[in-house]
């Protein structure tokens, strides 16, 4: 009985002398790398630096494409774990997540997070800064691109399907200044746009890395395309008839998929509407636009035998006219969306301009095929001079027109424009106690870097000054651990904590641990939804 | 002799039920005491910030502790910051409007050393028995460092759910009066 009683004696006090070393919870004093560091290269391991002798219970890896490595490896030696790095780490953000018994037997769990290269990005920004001499450049080259497309190899396939027989050496002249201004800027642009998508000024067009880049933009195959419509446009100004309608005609084409293929319209949804919308749109362009300089001359130079010319143009402008008219009010429909967008974006209201320029364009068509044509045909008549001035002026109204759509490089569409604020909107929670409240705002709310804003009042929401707000978020059904980041006072109620990286969507856990003074700490937990 | 060893097992881990978190934080000595009542508070201070050493530690005196009166203590020096209640208490017959609020005793301890701070204090009896009391304790520490024993568990948790939870104590109804 005796032995008995002292025998549990000394078994409590061999247990409790056990737990002796065990003399608090463990906590995190450093990492290697650190905390929210970027480092070069991906690490072989990751060193965790405890405060006390510390046993690993599982550590995990969240990478920077959302895979989770489970069961990383980790050595404990003294107060340090080192976990072993799987291999194959992509550049990025990568979160290190760990639950480490401490001495008392507590469960301890943390996150760390370090990049690769640099922090995981949030998305292709906007884009609409850059250079200003770099954007002028763009749109002057856009306007050439255009002038070269639609004058040049419009020009082209009109002289060979609709004149046979009339003398063309002044037009061909011309034209093929159209066509070689045309290829120089096509050249120009895809330069340019490497430019304007690294950021760079002018000066780098030099680099090789400029023009690559410019390659790699859905530009490039729109600049390649084009430039060899041209080329194909130039040939078909000289030699054999049938070997003239050929290479003109598959300018023509050219012309059409060039542009078809990069640029907003084409980039909008549904894209077996749009791009073929796009394609007959610029075909009917380059038919109408590129008959302008080439029936100006003809008309000038002996206006009775431009009749026939006039004539066989006019019956099929007349289906270049629908067919463009067409295309343009389909895309104008999926671009602006809503008819409250036409004034109030930049891009609505260059597409009113264009409009009424493009009104006025179809009246003077009008007017030539209705008055001004059959005016050429009765003996007596005019000579064709007001038709020469409409045409003229048709030209005048053309070259504004395209000068107008070169801005449509620089104004995203209103479709663009919601996808673009959609990607960088905000997620928000509101966490309450009868005491104090706190509303946390992420922004961008998705996956990725973003930064969170915290906005503190009391129960009664009245101002209160904290001295410390700590952030924390959590992901545990996914094996992150918390993520701790202490916050920053920006303006009266604010606290700010920048670069905050989320490599995840979905719901994550948000606690906000606010120190009221130094004796009163309110924790506010919630949960916030993180979009891709 | 079964029983008696059964018996064994369970006061022992009672006793390791209260040693764990015992250990584990800046906590009482004495967890539990009656309303009414005199209490002598000990808090033990088992460690300090992440490995700095303790440069001061502060104790607010929650509502309904009055008549404190902290023991000195060799190689410390000793503050208290009085102020004036939420409402006037009785001791022993006399109203009590004012009082110490704040015990700071500033010093050295260092991480690898353990020490206790003394306090004698009357728990009125507005207090309420059966409840928790909870004695938040600021440790400041070498490098700006501060664990901040601070945590009141809300309702449904217990002070293991937390990192920092407040020393506290147990109240018991008042005893009989004699």
């Known amino acids: 009985m005796k032995r008995a009683i002292l025998l549990m004696f000394w078994l409590t006090l061999a247990i409790l002398g056990g737990m002796g070393h065990a003399l608090a919870h463990a906590a995190l004093v450093e990492s290697h790398p650190a905390d929210g560091a970027s480092v070069e290269e991906a690490p072989a391991t990751v060193r965790l630096h405890f405060n006390e002798p510390v046993s690993p219970l599982v550590v995990s890896l969240t990478d920077a494409r959302g895979q989770v490595h489970r069961g990383l490896h980790a050595t404990a030696r003294n107060e340090v774990l080192e976990v072993a790095i799987p291999g194959d ?71 060979a399907w609709l004149t046979p027989g009339l003398k063309a050496g002044r037009t061909r002249r011309v034209l093929t200044g159209f066509v070689v201004l045309g290829i120089l800027a096509a050249t120009i642009s895809l330069g340019l746009q490497g430019v304007d998508a690294l950021g760079e000024t002018p000066a780098s067009l030099g680099t090789v890395a400029a023009w690559a880049a410019g390659w790699r933009t859905s530009f490039g195959p729109t600049s390649a395309i084009g430039a060899v419509a041209l080329v194909l446009a130039g040939m078909g100004l000289r030699g054999q008839m049938g070997w003239r309608r050929v290479c003109t005609i598959t300018a023509m084409a050219g012309v059409g998929l060039s542009l078809a293929w990069s640029g907003h319209a084409s980039a909008a949804a549904p894209q077996w509407l749009t791009r073929p919308a796009v394609f007959l749109h610029a075909v009917g362009v380059a038919y109408w636009v ?243 | 002799m079964i029983s008696i060893l059964l018996r064994g097992a369970f006061a022992a881990s009672a006793l390791l039920a209260l040693a764990g978190p015992v250990l584990a934080h800046t906590t009482l000595e004495t967890q539990q005491a009656p309303v009414a009542s005199t209490y002598k508070a000990v808090l033990r201070v088992g460690h300090g910030c992440e490995g700095a050493p303790t440069l001061k530690l502060r104790v607010r005196i929650p509502e309904g502790v009055i008549n404190v009166k902290p023991m000195p203590k060799p190689g410390w020096e000793m503050q208290t910051v009085k102020a004036p209640y939420e409402r006037a208490f009785d001791y022993h017959g006399t109203p009590t409007t004012e009082g110490v609020r704040e015990i700071v005793w500033t010093g050295k301890l260092l991480d690898e050393h353990y020490d206790e701070f003394v306090f004698r204090a009357y728990l009125t009896d507005s207090l309420k028995p059966d409840t928790m009391l909870y004695i938040p304790v600021v440790q400041e520490c070498g490098g700006g460092k501060a664990d901040r024993w601070i945590e009141i568990p809300a309702e449904g948790k217990s002070a293991d759910d937390y990192q920092y939870p407040a020393p506290g104590l147990k109240l018991l109804p008042a005893k009989a009066t004699h």
């Open chain 1, 89 to 159: 780490l992509p550049r990025g953000s990568h979160v290190l997540s760990y639950r480490v018994a401490s001495g008392d037997g507590h469960p301890v769990g943390g996150s760390i997070v370090f990049s690769v290269g640099a922090a995981t990005g949030s998305g292709p920004a906007a884009g609409l800064e850059g250079n200003e001499a770099v954007r002028r450049g763009l749109w002057l080259a856009r306007v050439a691109l255009y002038l070269g497309l639609f004058a040049g190899a419009g020009g082209a396939f009109f002289q």
């Open chain 1, 290 to 532: 590129g008959a302008l300089i080439p029936l100006l001359f003809a008309i000038r130079q002996a206006p009775a035998q431009a009749l026939p010319v006039v004539r066989r143009f006019s019956t099929g402008a007349l289906m270049a006219v629908a067919m463009l008219t067409l295309a343009g009010l389909v895309l104008a429909a999926i671009q602006v969306e809503a008819p409250a967008n036409l004034t109030g974006t930049d891009y609505g209201r260059v597409l009113i301009a264009k409009t009424i320029l493009v009104v006025t364009l179809l009246g003077l068509a009008a007017l030539n095929r209705m008055r001004l044509t059959p005016a050429l045909a009765s003996p007596g008549g005019t000579d064709g001079r007001w038709l020469v001035r409409s045409v003229a002026v048709e030209i005048v109204l053309s070259v504004a027109i395209l000068a107008l759509v070169g801005l449509w490089r620089f104004t995203p569409p209103p479709r663009a424009l919601a996808a673009s604020a959609e990607a960088t909107a905000s997620a928000s929670v509101h966490l309450h106690s009868p005491r104090i409240m706190a509303q946390v705002t992420l922004s961008p709310g998705r996956a990725g870097v973003t930064r969170a804003r915290i906005v503190i009042a009391s129960g009664r929401a009245e101002p209160t000054s904290p001295k410390e707000v700590i952030l924390v978020l959590a992901r545990p059904e996914a094996g992150i651990e918390a993520i701790a980041r202490p916050a920053r006072r920006d303006g009266r109620q604010g606290w700010l904590v920048e670069g905050l990286v989320l490599p995840q969507a979905g719901a994550w856990q948000v606690r906000v641990d606010i120190l009221v003074d130094d004796f009163e700490k309110s924790s506010l937990e919630g949960s916030i939804s993180i979009r891709p």
